[in-house]
T-cell receptor, first 111, second 114 residues
């Protein structure tokens, strides 16, 4: 099946810093989602971005499907941004409904 | 605007007992998914429903696991004869046209098997 690799696995920032999280995938995809998992375990939708670039406030994301990667940018980080960020993809050639997740990036933003 | 809801939020049980979880998808979402997440890992797909039909089951879903969606609305996931290895967060998600691809997740049920 499709492989999803996220980097870095851990990231520690000071409040106000910027960061870039990366997601590489091993096959063609027709869906890519970024999630933020809060300390209570809730997965919060950040972006649905199978291709192109989107922005939402301090967050933006870019997916280059032909090169099999996606980037999540967080600017002016805040302590509330802390948590695990997951990338999840749906393989174009495989199951047309299941998402395959990476292992996540654990982000800690210190005050 | 209510999201996906799951009950209970936490369940502690003894090995060998049966447990049942419930998921209520976003209203009118006709696709419903179950995932399982263990510590330090991303969620893994378990099963998927299109309305009341269960269309796919992962190999992770052993014979002790059964899922239903009898009227195409809420779904239940039952684990029989629980084992310590079943301890995990069980997540439910739903989606609908026109963007069937974007899945929205519930808060999860955290299962601890003693």
């Amino acid at each position: 099946g499709i492989q999803v690799e996220q980097s870095p696995p851990d990231l520690i920032l000071q409040e106000g810093a910027n960061s870039t999280l990366r997601c590489n995938f091993s096959d063609s995809v027709n869906n890519l989602q970024w999630f933020h998992q809060n300390p209570w375990g809730q997965l919060i939708n950040l972006f649905y971005i199978p291709s192109g670039t989107k922005q939402n406030g301090r967050l933006s994301a870019t997916t280059v499907a032909t090169e099999r990667y996606s980037l999540l940018y967080i600017s002016s980080s805040q302590t509330t941004d802390s948590g695990v960020y997951f990338c999840a993809v749906k393989n174009s050639g495989g199951s047309n409904y299941k998402l395959t997740f990476g292992k996540g990036t654990l982000l800690t933003v210190n005050p | 605007d209510t999201g996906v809801s799951q009950n209970p939020r936490h369940k502690i049980t003894k090995r060998g007992q049966n447990v049942t979880f419930r998921c209520d998808p976003i209203s009118e979402h006709n696709r419903l998914y179950w995932y399982r997440q263990t510590l330090g890992q991303g969620p893994e797909f378990l099963t998927y429903f299109q309305n009341e039909a269960q269309l796919e089951k992962s190999r992770l879903l052993s014979d002790r696991f059964s899922a239903e969606r009898p009227k195409g609305s809420f779904s239940t996931l039952e684990i029989q004869r629980t084992e310590q290895g079943d301890s995990a967060m069980y997540l439910c998600a739903s989606s609908t046209p026109p963007s069937w691809d974007e899945q929205f997740f519930g808060p999860g049920t955290r299962l601890t098997v003693l």
